[in-house]
């Protein structure tokens, strides 16, 4: 849910004053809860006049992000406005364009970017081919390729095509992790005990403090640095570009965008994007998504006359015209002296492989009993602490000690109800524990997660093939005639199946290639074509 809201300038400079006024400690609230920084920084607006959007999640969390709207002037080299190269009623580009000042608001929520479409009034995602186009859409507007000038627009407005994870610097890892509640809660605790003359208990809780958040720190940058090397593998390579007058280039991927036709010309080679095939054929390796390295034959987009959208129009099949970011190209075909081409569907974190890290740097919150109960026994600890204060000031007053002594003595019953070391030891715990299960070969990507694995009683998978084995035999077959069954023919040693409309189907009735002169694809279609007994011959034509 997006809610818009306009800053006001003298609200910032009070804000401004009560950030020094109060050492910080408001700076810090406003960062753990975004709503209450909106609402005092911002008034309300529509969307559309927004330069600030409040987000709210649709879960039963219902967290609150805060997103700054930026502004956006596509250009181009030459003299041409934004508004004659891109004049598509279709495109997203002509609908988000505001006119006459030729500028596009946009928001990026978690790696993603959104543009403000002016005619549906909503924040719509960029950096993807229009849903809206059929068959014959796709192969009319794109299948010849962009210009150089659609090119530029397409690429400053969408972005560079990189799945790119920056490795967080230790500083910004340190100030995160020391604004987390508990350890502020910890640092207020200590300050009181040092007041009060408690120097080796204030010194062991500081070096628990320390230690835990070093490992911690260690965690995460090495988190980082393993998760930036993962994204940035074929995030640069050299491909084939058809430009609309008929030119090949060869470009980098970075500077691919959604439209542009790439041509597969060599095999071995890693898709730097989501791509929609629209002719030849290709031979891909999904193991990179899928788990299961079998090769899936894709086939190209057929160009059907239509204003239906080409995934409707496809259906539940719509997968084998597309060829992921991140899968290998094993064989390229062209139909005679044809290119094999593809236009390009999706770039950066949009893609298929996009989606997968973003699943890694944003893991979703668990809502679970086991923390509503923390939070209902930490509000039953901070009313008794709220008791104690009470007491402890009627008595203090009442025996007439001095008032410096009753105060610190007060904010001291505070520090005493909840554990200092307490979050020092759950994350050190947490550590370790995670340190065990890496030795194993299991990798945690949020450690909180790790008590609750703890409570499971039952883990389930949803293939057996991925955790067993991936072969197959075939034991036998069952032909039928009319409307009953025949005898089973078991493939025993040297009992061919003799001829017939049941062996034809087999042998022919399947998506098997050669590829490097063994024939590969699915198990049950290799198994099933080698008990047939035939071979798979390969004719070479000038």
């Known amino acids: 849910e997006l809610f818009g809201y306009r ?59 805060k997103k700054k709207v930026f502004e956006i002037h596509p250009y181009i080299s030459g003299l041409q406005s934004c508004q004659q190269i891109i004049d598509d009623n279709i495109s997203l580009i002509n609908k988000s364009l505001k006119k006459p000042e030729g500028k596009i608001r946009y928001i990026t929520v978690q790696k993603i970017r959104f543009v403000w479409n002016m ?38 407005i969408c972005g560079l095509n ?46 628990i403090s320390i230690l835990s958040i070093t490992a911690t720190l260690y965690s995460l940058r090495k988190q980082s640095v393993k998760l930036h090397k993962m994204s940035v593998s074929y995030n640069s390579i050299l491909v084939k570009v058809l430009r609309k007058n008929g030119e090949l280039k060869e470009v980098e991927s970075v500077s691919l965008v959604p439209g542009d036709v790439i041509v597969l010309e060599r095999n071995k080679l890693f898709l730097p994007c989501d791509a929609l095939l629209i002719s030849g054929r290709c031979t891909i390796n999904e193991g990179m998504l899928t788990g299961e390295s079998i090769p899936v034959a894709k086939i190209p987009l057929p160009c059907t006359e239509g204003s239906i959208p080409w995934k409707i129009q496809s259906g539940v099949d719509n997968k084998k015209h597309i060829l992921f970011c991140g899968t290998e190209v094993i064989q390229a075909k062209a139909h005679g002296q044809g290119l094999v081409k593809a236009v390009v569907l999706q770039t950066g974190f949009n893609t298929a492989k996009g989606d997968l890290v973003r699943t890694i740097l944003y ?24 008791c104690t204060v009470v007491y402890t000031a009627v ?148």
């Open 7 to 65: 800053t006001v300038r003298l609200r910032q400079v009070l804000c401004t004053i009560g950030y020094i006024f109060s050492l910080g400690i408001l700076r810090c609230l406003f960062y753990w809860k975004p709503l209450l920084d909106v609402w005092c920084h911002c008034v309300p607006c529509s969307l559309e006049d927004a330069d600030v959007i409040l987000l709210r999640t649709t879960d039963e969390l219902r967290k609150y992000s």
């Open 119 to 156: 005619l549906d009034g909503k924040f719509q995602k960029i950096g993807v081919l229009e849903e809206e186009l059929s068959c014959s859409d796709v192969h009319t507007h794109f299948g010849a390729g962009l210009t150089a000038e659609e090119q530029e627009i397409r690429q400053h």
């Open 162 to 207: 990189t799945i790119e994870v920056k490795i967080k610097p230790i500083c910004v890892l340190f100030f995160k992790e020391i604004f987390n509640p508990f350890y502020a809660f910890q640092a207020y605790a200590i300050s009181l005990w040092m007041a009060n003359g408690y120097f080796d208990y204030s010194v062991a809780i500081l070096t």
């Open 363 to 386: 893991n979703k919150p668990v809502n679970i009993s086991l923390h509503k109960q923390g939070l209902w026994f930490f509000l039953v600890l901070v009313i008794i602490a709220l």
């Open 395 to 542: 008595i203090f007053t009442k025996d007439e000690v001095a008032v410096e002594q009753t105060v610190l003595r007060c904010f001291q019953m505070l520090s005493i109800v909840i554990n200092a070391s307490l979050p020092a030891s759950l994350t050190l715990s947490l550590v370790y524990a995670q340190t065990r299960l890496k030795k194993k070969g299991i990798f945690c990507l949020s450690t909180q997660r790790i008590n609750l694995a703890g409570q499971l009683n039952l883990v389930c998978f949803d293939k057996t093939g991925t955790l067993t084995e991936d072969t197959l035999d075939l034991h036998g077959v069952v032909s039928s005639d009319g409307n009953s069954f025949q005898d089973i023919h078991y493939f025993t040693t040297g009992n061919v199946l003799p001829w017939g409309p049941l062996l034809a189907a087999m042998a022919s009735c399947h998506s098997l290639i050669m590829l490097d002169g063994k024939i590969c694809g699915d198990p049950l279609e290799l198994k099933m074509f080698e008990g047939t007994g035939w071979v798979i011959m390969i004719t070479l034509q000038k």
